[in-house]
T-cell receptor
């Protein structure tokens, strides 16, 4: 099993450009998450999907959109990138989330994004 | 914010010594988890302790939870150079839809 995979691993964008970060999991998990990690800030939740067909905002959703394409895939889109979105982005999945108690999360290797 | 706080922010020890890091949080929880992150990698789940548990062991890891003080500690015994990483606590609540992560403790184990 590959676990959680993310593409791309690195990306450089210019201000105003758009891009989509891809995430897939092969553990048949119901819940998926997108985080960003900035120095000294820990992980902050951008969006999550408690189950296939549902998505909800997290702590820092502004400037992002998500799509839960199917049970396996959860993508994050930056419509108009800004320098403040320079960060490392992690996708994660868990068996359950969404108010049913929190289970351990499994993380992808991350995407390092720089916006100039 | 429901985010936990780890203490200390950074810790440097000699190989073979024990490492203790602490986590404090603000809200009621139903579980607390610890994760490890090696430089440039994603987080890896280490251990989960539920709110009705006081102590849990996994190999060289020992986690305690004191819900009255809203705090937890992670003890790594007989540390190894390979334990060098950042360690994060994360809290889960029944009414919440996700985990809340702390800012992490950076552990350096000197060979």
């Amino acid at each position: 099993n590959a676990g959680v995979t993310q593409t791309p691993k690195f990306q450089v964008l210019k201000t105003g450009q758009s891009m989509t970060l891809q995430c897939a999991q092969d553990m048949n998990h119901n819940s998926m998450y997108w985080y960003r990690q900035d120095p000294g800030m820990g992980l902050r939740l951008i969006y999550y999907s408690a189950s296939e067909g549902t998505t909800d905002k997290g702590e820092v959703p502004n400037g992002y959109n998500v799509s839960r394409l199917n049970k396996r895939e959860f993508s994050l889109r930056l419509e108009s990138a800004a320098p403040s979105q320079t960060s490392v982005y992690f996708c994660a999945s868990s068996q359950y989330g969404g108010g049913r108690g929190s289970y351990e999360q499994y993380f992808g290797p991350g995407t390092r994004l720089t916006v100039t | 914010s429901q985010q936990g706080e780890e203490d200390p922010q950074a810790l440097s020890i000699q190989e073979g010594e024990n490492a203790t890091m602490n986590c404090s949080y603000k809200t009621s929880i139903n579980n607390l988890q610890w994760y490890r992150q090696n430089s440039g990698r994603g987080l890896v789940h280490l251990i989960l302790i539920r709110s009705n548990e006081r102590e849990k062991h996994s190999g060289r890891l020992r986690v305690t939870l004191d819900t009255s003080k809203k705090s937890s500690s992670l003890l790594i015994t007989a540390s190894r150079a390979a334990d060098t990483a950042s360690y994060f606590c994360a809290t889960g609540s029944t009414g919440a839809n996700n985990l809340f992560f702390g800012t992490g403790t950076r552990l350096t184990v000197i060979p």
